[in-house]
């Protein structure tokens, strides 16, 4: 496993998380068959809200840092608390991840940090806690998604390196490359990502956060 330096030193209170988000003109693609052109870029908005929001309130969360390069989305989710790095490696999600623990460790070395999708609107804080509170035993340590393919959380302890291989079928990749599966019963709002109509009627049991809940909603009904 990769380490940023070879003396481990204390690490600094508190989580920071890296939230990704393309440009909501591109975002939540497979969204449009049920949501529709015009929607499906506020829902993408404002699932990112909901997430960044719940990762805010979390007792074990410092600071947030979003990496977009998408100025209605900065906007939002700088009003909200979030500290907006621009995509400027503009070479995918695992790129853009890496520059934003870069970002964050140019201000706090020894961080201990995590990657969570933009698309959570069903997060709840006292959930995102718990994960955290697993992840910290562990030098890098994940968490599938709800299909159990792919990856919602990943993190890594202070002085080591992300890794992140997001995208598809991850879950494999993450364990391949070392990272702890957490396995936890009662974190659903952390696994429940979405991607398609079906994913957002699943997230919408657990319940909604208010932003996505004020878009969707109405139209649903």
């Not at 529709?36 to 699932?47: C, D, E």
């Not at 719940?54 to 990496?67: E, G, P, S, T």
Request: proline fraction near 7%; hydrophobic fraction near 50%; glycine fraction near 8%.
């Amino acid at each position: 496993m990769k380490t940023l330096h070879p003396m481990r030193a204390a690490a600094d209170e508190g989580w920071s998380l890296v939230v990704p988000l393309k440009p909501l003109a591109l975002a939540k693609s497979r969204l449009a068959a049920a949501a529709g052109p015009r929607l499906r870029p506020r829902l993408a908005l404002a699932f990112a809200e909901d997430t960044v929001g719940a990762v805010l309130d979390c007792a074990r969360v410092r600071d947030v840092a979003v990496v977009t390069d998408d100025p209605t989305a900065s906007e939002a989710l700088a009003a909200l608390g979030a500290r907006i790095v621009p995509d400027s490696p503009a070479a995918g999600l695992n790129a853009a991840l890496a520059h934003g623990v870069r970002a964050v460790r140019s201000l706090r070395p020894w961080a201990r940090v995590a990657a969570l999708n933009a698309d959570l609107p069903a997060l709840r804080p006292e959930e995102l806690t718990r994960v955290l509170d697993v992840a910290a035993k562990f030098p890098r340590a994940f968490l599938a998604d709800a299909a159990e393919i792919g990856t919602t959380f990943l993190s890594a302890g202070p002085g080591v390196e992300l890794e992140p291989a997001f995208g598809g079928a991850s879950r494999l990749r993450h364990l391949s490359s070392g990272a702890v599966e957490i396995r936890l019963a009662g974190v659903d709002s952390v696994r429940r990502d979405v991607d398609t109509g079906a994913d957002l009627a699943a997230a919408g049991e657990l319940g909604l956060g208010p932003r996505t809940a004020a878009r969707w909603l109405p139209a649903a009904g």
